[in-house]
Structure formats: structure tokens, C-alpha cells
């Protein structure tokens, strides 16, 4: 069945193969549909925390749950249908447009495709190509925008309809038409889902429910946008910026 959402870090140490703790003593718990922002400077490690929730690397030390289960003793599969990821660096694969939403999952049927499509405000511009849903890309993107792209990737990261969504400067390498198209979609893609954000402008982290400020590998504060604020601290300093 669907995941509730609920994501908690339990004393989290990681450091990729051979190199410096990334991450250290990082504990944190996310309710399902809350909306949770991780911020910090380049490299404090916000993105590694992704990795691990993907399980794109498994932790050191501590443990990662999951509706209360050790990722670790889930099934990959589960975990790629329950958690919707759209990063910066969009990887297409050659093929259709279409291929390019639902990959290797048939039971996403074209229909399914288009509704997704509609959802994530993608629709709109795959109406424009010639062969529209059958337009082909390729891996570089072929005659697709940045900002396509980008589009084609939250429709992908949605059509499982996931419990937890990750957008990880989800829209910092698009025009600004592209943004507001997502913007846009933004609160409705979001609803009901687990959802966390990481992006450089604070003025889209700030009506998160929480905000974790990342430094150094180690969790520095969190609270909401006005708790930070008042507090005078790192994200204060950040917010100036
Ligand atoms: P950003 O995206 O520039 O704002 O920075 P973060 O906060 O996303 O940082 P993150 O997690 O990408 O990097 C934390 C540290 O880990 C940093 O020293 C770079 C290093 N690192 C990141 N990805 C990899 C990787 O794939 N392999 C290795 N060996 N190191 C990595
Ligand atoms: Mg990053």
C-alpha cells in the first residue's frame, strides 16, 4: 500500500568511500505531509542526505526509517515508486517522451501519462512538438528546453503518485517561464505528500513547516522561518545574503 511519509534520521554518520564525514550525528524527523527545507552553504550536505534516502549510498552509522522501517530492509522497488525525486541535472533516456515519463513501468498507461503530464503543467508544451507524447528525445534533451526538461521530470517523479516528493534545486537551472509554470503547480503537487525542499532562494524555503539549517555536515538549528529569524543565528546570516 502507499506510504504515510513519515521520514526520521537516527544519528546519521556518512562520508563517501574513503574520504571525511559528510554527514555527523544528524537526527531529524519528518511527519507525513509536512513540508521540510534543508538549507545551508554548498557542500554542507544537503544533497548527500537525499542520496541516502534514495539509497543512492547506505549510511555508516545510525539509521534511516521510513513509516518507522529501516530503509535497509525495504524493497528498492517500493522505496523508487513511494519517493518522487526531481534534481537539478535531469537524465533522459532516448527514447519518446512518453518512454521518458514512465520508463520501464507498463502499468503507466498513456492515459495515466496525460494526466500526470496535466498535473505537473508539462502537458502544455508536449502539446507543441510535432509528435507530441511520441516525440523523441535524446539523452543531451534533442529539441527539448532546460526548462522541458525539467517539466518532464516532475511529471516522471509524480506518476506513482508518491508519498514523499524531493526536489533538490528543482528549479534553479530553468527560465523563469518554467519557474512559474511550477510554481504554479507547486502548492497542488505538493499536497498531501512529504515533501522536502532544497533551494538556494530562501524565499521559496520559507513557508516550509520546518527548515533544518545544514552546517558542515551537522544540523546547526531548526525551526520555522520566523523561529530562525528571531534566533539571529546561521540562518539569519544566510537570509541577509
Ligand atoms: P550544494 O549542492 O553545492 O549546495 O551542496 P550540498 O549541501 O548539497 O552538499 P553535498 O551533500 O553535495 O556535498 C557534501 C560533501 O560531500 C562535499 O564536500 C562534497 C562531497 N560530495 C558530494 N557528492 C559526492 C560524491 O558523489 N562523491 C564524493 N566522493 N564526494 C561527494
Ligand atoms: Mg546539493
Same mark, same amino acid.
Given at each position: 500500500?502507499? *506510504?504515510? !511519509?513519515? =521520514?526520521?534520521?537516527?544519528?546519521?554518520?556518512?562520508?563517501? #568511500?574513503?574520504? /571525511?564525514?559528510?554527514?555527523?550525528? &544528524?537526527?531529524?524527523?519528518?511527519?507525513?505531509?509536512?513540508?521540510?527545507?534543508?538549507?545551508?552553504?554548498?557542500?554542507?550536505?544537503?544533497?548527500?542526505?537525499?542520496?541516502?534516502?534514495?539509497?543512492?549510498?547506505?549510511?555508516?552509522?545510525?539509521?534511516?526509517?521510513?513509516?518507522?522501517?529501516?530503509?535497509?530492509?525495504?524493497?528498492?522497488?517500493?522505496?523508487?515508486?513511494?519517493?518522487?525525486?526531481?534534481?537539478?541535472?535531469?537524465?533522459? *533516456?532516448? !527514447?519518446? =517522451?512518453?518512454?521518458?515519463?514512465?520508463?520501464?513501468?507498463? #502499468?503507466?498507461? /498513456?492515459?495515466?501519462?496525460?494526466? &500526470?503530464?496535466?498535473?505537473?503543467?508539462?502537458?502544455?508544451?508536449?502539446?507543441?512538438?510535432?509528435?507530441?507524447?511520441?516525440?523523441?528525445?535524446?539523452?543531451?534533451?534533442?529539441?527539448?528546453?532546460?526548462?522541458?526538461?525539467?517539466?518532464?521530470?516532475?511529471?516522471?517523479?509524480?506518476?506513482?503518485?508518491?508519498?514523499?516528493?524531493?526536489?533538490?534545486?528543482?528549479?534553479?537551472?530553468?527560465?523563469?517561464?518554467?519557474?512559474?509554470?511550477?510554481?504554479?503547480?507547486?502548492?497542488?503537487?505538493?499536497?498531501?505528500?512529504?515533501?522536502?525542499?532544497?533551494?538556494?532562494?530562501?524565499?521559496?524555503?520559507?513557508?516550509?513547516?520546518?527548515?533544518?539549517?545544514?552546517?558542515?555536515?551537522?544540523?546547526?538549528?531548526?525551526?520555522?522561518?520566523?523561529?530562525?529569524?528571531?534566533?539571529?543565528?546561521?540562518?539569519?546570516?544566510?537570509?541577509?545574503?
Amino acid at each position: 500500500g502507499r *506510504f504515510r !511519509g513519515e =521520514i526520521e534520521f537516527r544519528n546519521v554518520w556518512f562520508a563517501y #568511500e574513503g574520504e /571525511d564525514w559528510v554527514l555527523k550525528d &544528524v537526527s531529524f524527523k519528518v511527519e507525513p505531509g509536512e513540508t521540510v527545507a534543508l538549507v545551508g552553504a554548498t557542500g554542507a550536505g544537503k544533497t548527500s542526505i537525499i542520496n541516502l534516502i534514495c539509497r543512492f549510498y547506505d549510511v555508516n552509522r545510525g539509521q534511516i526509517l521510513v513509516d518507522g522501517v529501516d530503509i535497509r530492509d525495504m524493497r528498492q522497488s517500493d522505496l523508487r515508486r513511494q519517493i518522487g525525486v526531481v534534481q537539478q541535472d535531469v537524465f533522459l *533516456f532516448s !527514447g519518446d =517522451i512518453k518512454y521518458n515519463i514512465r520508463l520501464n513501468d507498463t #502499468e503507466i498507461d /498513456d492515459e495515466k501519462i496525460r494526466e &500526470v503530464a496535466r498535473y505537473t503543467n508539462a502537458h502544455r508544451f508536449i502539446e507543441t512538438k510535432p509528435n507530441k507524447y511520441d516525440e523523441e528525445v535524446t539523452e543531451r534533451g534533442g529539441t527539448l528546453s532546460a526548462g522541458q526538461r525539467q517539466l518532464l521530470a516532475f511529471a516522471r517523479a509524480l506518476a506513482f503518485d508518491p508519498a514523499i516528493l524531493i526536489l533538490d534545486e528543482a528549479t534553479s537551472a530553468v527560465d523563469t517561464e518554467t519557474e512559474s509554470l511550477i510554481q504554479d503547480a507547486l502548492e497542488k503537487i505538493t499536497r498531501g505528500r512529504t515533501t522536502i525542499i532544497i533551494a538556494h532562494r530562501l524565499s521559496t524555503v520559507q513557508h516550509a513547516d520546518k527548515i533544518i539549517v545544514l552546517h558542515k555536515g551537522r544540523i546547526r538549528e531548526c525551526g520555522t522561518h520566523e523561529e530562525l529569524l528571531e534566533k539571529r543565528g546561521l540562518y539569519y546570516k544566510l537570509y541577509l545574503l
